[in-house]
């Protein structure tokens, strides 16, 4: 599949890969820290690309920043070193299906074991399954989280002072 070229950002632009990006998702996370970081660095003077993978993503018009939907194969032939974001999880990051050359976005809490018991107690049926995702994130350890951020093109960007903490 031919991909669109994006455009080549300079040191003063930011392409940030969200897969999923949508309109009807604004509001939940992560998609609301990608939405607030891209306002961010827009109002910072920066040039901002949001790519998704949605090609019916409804943004038009809802957000100040460009919005193309492409796959991260483009994203990575067309950013210039330390330009290209990637919205990801810890799961994803530790597996290495993050590239690189990215800077990782870690957009979602990372929660701990004592914080999920309660109300892994109390789920039932499709809540457990919503609550499988930040458990394992949970069970990784912290120093592997960290490992595996330094590899990476720059020092992540956290979604919540939180996060950072917990990393």
Same mark, same amino acid.
């Given at each position: 599949?031919?991909?669109?070229?994006?455009?080549?950002?300079? &040191?003063?632009? /930011? $392409?940030?890969?969200?897969?999923?990006?949508? &309109?009807?998702?604004?509001?939940r996370q992560p998609w609301a820290a990608v939405d607030a970081l891209a306002r961010t660095w827009l109002a910072a003077g920066l040039d901002v690309v949001v790519?998704?993978?949605?090609?019916?993503?409804?943004? %038009?018009?809802?957000?100040?920043?460009?919005?193309?939907?492409?796959?991260?194969?483009?994203?990575?032939?067309?950013?210039?070193?330390?330009?290209?974001? /990637?919205?990801?999880? $810890?799961?994803?990051?530790?597996?290495?299906?993050?590239?690189?050359?990215?800077?990782?976005?870690?957009?979602?809490?990372?929660?701990?074991?004592? %914080?999920?018991?309660p109300a892994l107690a109390r789920a039932r049926g499709r809540e457990r399954r919503m609550l499988l995702l930040p458990l394992l994130n949970a069970l990784v350890p912290a120093r592997l989280v960290a490992r595996t951020l330094a590899r990476h093109a720059g020092p992540p960007v956290y979604g919540s002072p939180a996060s950072r903490a917990r990393l």
């Open positions: 599949m031919n991909e669109p070229a994006l455009p080549r950002p300079t &040191a003063a632009g /930011r $392409i940030l890969h969200a897969p999923g990006h949508h &309109a009807a998702r604004l509001s790519v998704t993978d949605r090609p019916d993503h409804g943004l %038009e018009g809802r957000v100040p920043y460009a919005v193309l939907v492409s796959g991260e194969d483009a994203c990575l032939q067309s950013h210039a070193p330390g330009t290209l974001y /990637r919205l990801t999880g $810890i799961l994803e990051l530790v597996r290495g299906k993050v590239p690189r050359t990215a800077v990782p976005v870690l957009a979602s809490p990372r929660l701990r074991l004592g %914080e999920l018991a």
